[in-house]
């Protein structure tokens, strides 16, 4: 039933004084969009708590599109914490948004950002704190239309049954459309069916209750989906992607949060997509092609921001701001404009290489906090399998460079699990990183003083949707932590720090990458079981999912550890980035004999399919280093 | 009296701006931490040429007054900026106005020496007004504040601390308020401590056996005091 509108910030004041991280509650912070007119009302959900969802930029961008276009407001909302949700429970205290106060229930349009899989239990939570119906099937002609987007779309299937709509890709342009739909579709007093068949037009909006699932010889046990008889909704369902990156607004952050969140500083989204083709990587395939902000806009936004919210930190974000074509006289020109102002400029991850450092270099001044690199792997072998272009001298000159350059820390990712590793691969991490620290030593002295730290984070692999590597199993947890005892064992220093991520958490992951719609009932019966807020090494519960599953008669490592055949129809071949699967065939197929694939925007097109598909190019404004 | 003529530093050439703001409304609940973040980023979107500091991290010269406790409101915070160029606080305060959240508006601002003792130290006398928002008797509350009092001390925990304040040195008075929903206190913060009103309520609440009433607590103005006791307006 949808709730009526009104201000209920009187319900939730006095509960303030009750709970933690009160300021997770209050709104009217500056830059906030108190003003909410209407007539129709939407609000972004970010599954989590205020503090990891505020600083989101798919949010920024759409919350922005959506204030801007007439007829339209839009307002936000977090997860309360599990002291809030108690209380608010108690008190019969629906879930409200922030800037209006009103419940979650009255609004028109309500959309949730998939950021990954694990949220899955979050928007349980949320959907019920709220008192909107979990399933999209049960919710009654007036409620709220409910959809979703955001990064972890790609295998949308096992969160499928709470959304009535799902957009792929790119939203700056997609959630204004989307919104104007719903609202004309109402205002001609359309039923909620007929509004659904109306979004599933739009380019880039999958309808899950316009398709069935199938199970046949032809798919994995999970199925794939077809659109039900009479409805017109396509059998693939496009990406959304927007061809002219330049001109979508530069700066989309102007809320400044009172608590210290996440990441506390405006972000610039310098460009969007990444080429390099690593096989691992689903962001890499997914937000392809590669479209660059051109230096001009960023430098100017970057001023234009930092006036506006009064941080003094900008980072320039991006999956990898080195590789965009005018990186150094961008940072050279940020650095004359901003010095003498207390600001700090940093880019997220540091490209693997020399070029890579002296960037790291030109952003942060005089600080110097600790350096990061991405490996992967610890072979050249098994980085050709990966198609992490980056060799052994890479690493070594990198490393030289940043302790050059006063730099004392550095850390470094690799992954467990790879397809095709060996204990060759493990034992090579922690070869790689106690290189790291030797060339440090040389670099710096071997002295206490010289303070130099090596530490090499590993992570379990995660088959993901659309990217070569999608047909893999995921390393079974035994197998995992008898690897992980290899690479501990084989540490020697003191100064060098090596650590794995939990195997259990990435189990989960890796099952909800891998069900089809049939996961739903998993995420539920968790939920039901008390889990939320699972990325959250705190509170993640296993024992709670592992009794979901058996509930349920499955086996977490079995689902996660499934290999698919190559030819099998797949539960998300239905939502494509427009990668095609020739492509991620053949790169599966190159993975496997160790060949590696250039970058498109060095060298020429590879055929990852991506262009033809969606009428789109790569833009990038320089040569590329 | 609002001193509108700096008296800057001639080494530095800085000039030191005082600013009255208040906390109010739902900001009440912003911790100190958030208040300090919050106002450094309104004085950069106020464009005012602030100092920033030599130290490694370059950071805004500025200081606050001693932390509000969370929840609590206040009609007289202060902080002190430090600026590099000596302009009319009136435009000033007007700048910082229009970069503020309202909940956080600056009302006052004027130059104070520069070599004044930090904010924090220097204001040591701060008048509280704490309102009983339930059900529990305000008169009840009085007699266990005075049984309090008669102690001398009070001991309480603070996390996993066990904390001491010396009530005979914090407490200068405490009334009952005329409209008698709750309390005017006079407190006094020493080198070993200060007193939050919600701890003395917090005891004489146990005193007389009640649960901790729901309080709305608001710090109505600070003073220094001086050796001779008298009190010497901020501004
Ligand atoms: S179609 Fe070609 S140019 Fe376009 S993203 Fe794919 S590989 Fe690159």
Known sequence: ?625 | MINTVAITNSKLNQYRLRVRYRKDGRLAHLGHLEVINTINRSVRRSQLPFAVGNGFARRMRLQFSQALPVGAASLGEYFDLFLTEEMDPKAALERLAASSPTLLAPMAAGYVPYGLPALEAWLTRSTWSVNVIDETSVEALSQGIDAVRARGSLTYLRGEKEKHVDLGRTLVSCEVRPSGNGFLLDCRSTEEGSLRPAILIGAAAREEGLAMPALSVCRVAQWHEDEDGSLVEPM
């Open chain 1, 1 to 625: 039933m949808r709730l009526a509108r009104e201000d209920l910030f009187r319900l939730i004041e006095p509960l303030l004084p009750l709970v933690e991280k009160p300021s997770r509650y209050l709104d009217h912070e500056w830059g906030a969009v108190e003003e909410q007119p209407g007539p129709f009302h939407a609000c972004l959900v970010y599954p989590d708590a205020y503090e990891v969802g505020q600083p989101n930029l798919g949010i920024s961008i759409l919350y922005d599109a959506l204030n801007g276009a007439d007829g339209i407001s839009c307002e936000r909302c977090y997860l309360p914490w599990h002291d809030m949700a108690d209380l608010m429970r108690e008190r019969h205290v629906p879930l409200l948004a922030l800037e209006s106060a009103a419940p979650l229930a009255s609004f028109d349009l309500v959309g949730f950002t998939l950021a990954h899989e694990l949220v899955a239990t979050n928007i349980v939570e949320t959907l019920d704190l709220a008192g909107i119906p979990v399933r999209a099937a049960d919710r009654a002609e007036d409620d709220a239309i409910v959809i979703a987007g955001g990064p972890s779309v790609w295998n949308a299937e096992p969160l499928a049954p709470m959304f009535d709509a799902i957009l792929l890709g790119d939203g700056e342009d997609a959630i204004v459309e989307i919104a104007a739909c719903v609202r004309d579709a109402r205002a001609a007093g359309a039923s909620r069916e007929n509004i659904l068949l109306a979004l599933s037009r739009i380019q880039g909006v999958y309808v899950p209750s316009l398709y069935d699932v199938v199970v046949d010889s032809t798919s994995t046990r999970w199925g794939y989906a077809v659109p039900r008889p009479g409805t017109s909704a396509p059998e693939v369902v496009l990406k959304r992607c927007v061809a002219d990156f330049a001109s979508t607004p530069a700066c989309a952050e102007h809320i400044v949060p009172y608590m210290g969140i996440v990441q506390d500083r405006l972000a610039i989204e310098v460009l969007r997509g990444c080429a390099r083709g690593c096989r691992f990587c689903q962001a890499g395939m997914t937000y392809r092609p590669v479209r660059e902000r051109p230096m001009d806009q960023v430098v100017e936004a970057s001023e234009r921001g930092l006036a506006e919210t009064g941080y003094d930190e900008l980072s320039l974000t991006s999956l990898s701001t080195t590789d965009h074509s005018q990186c150094a006289p961008m940072l050279n020109e940020l650095d004359e404009r901003l010095s003498g102002r207390g600001i700090r400029v940093s880019i997220p991850s540091q490209r693997l290489d020399s070029f890579g450092v002296d960037m790291a270099n030109a952003a942060s001044g005089s600080k110097r906090g600790g350096l990061t690199f991405a490996p992967e792997a610890g072979t050249q072998r098994l980085r050709d399998v990966i198609n992490k272009n980056v060799t052994e001298e890479d690493l070594e000159r990198a490393a030289r460079n940043a302790f050059e350059h006063g730099w004392r820390r550095v850390k470094l990712y690799f992954m467990m699990g790879l397809p095709t590793e060996t204990d060759d691969d493990i034992m090579a991490i922690p070869a790689a990183t106690h290189r790291v620290l030797e060339i440090g030593r040389e670099v710096v002295g071997r002295g206490k003083k010289s303070k130099v730290q090596v530490s090499a984070s590993v992570a379990v692999f995660v088959p993901k949707a659309y990217t070569p590597f999608q047909w893999a199993g995921q390393l079974e947890v035994g197998e995992v932590e008898r690897r992980a005892r290899l690479l501990l064992g084989a540490n020697t220093d003191r100064d060098v720090k090596i650590s794995y991520h939990d195997p259990r958490t990435s189990l989960v992951e890796g099952a909800l990458s891998k069900m089809g719609r049939a996961g739903f009932d998993l995420v539920l019966a968790a939920w039901r079981r008390g889990c939320r807020f699972d990325a959250w090494t705190s509170e993640f519960n296993y024992d709670a999912w592992e009794a979901a599953a058996e509930e349920l008669g499955y086996d977490l490592p079995s689902i996660a550890s499934e290999g698919f055949l190559l030819d099998a129809r797949l539960p998300w071949d239905h939502t494509s980035p427009g990668v095609s699967k020739g492509f991620l065939q053949r790169e599966w197929r190159r993975a496997a004999q160790g060949v590696t694939t250039p970058d498109c925007t060095r060298d020429s097109c590879v055929g990852c399919g991506v262009c033809p598909a969606l009428g789109v190019d790569n833009v990038v404004w320089g040569e590329r280093a």
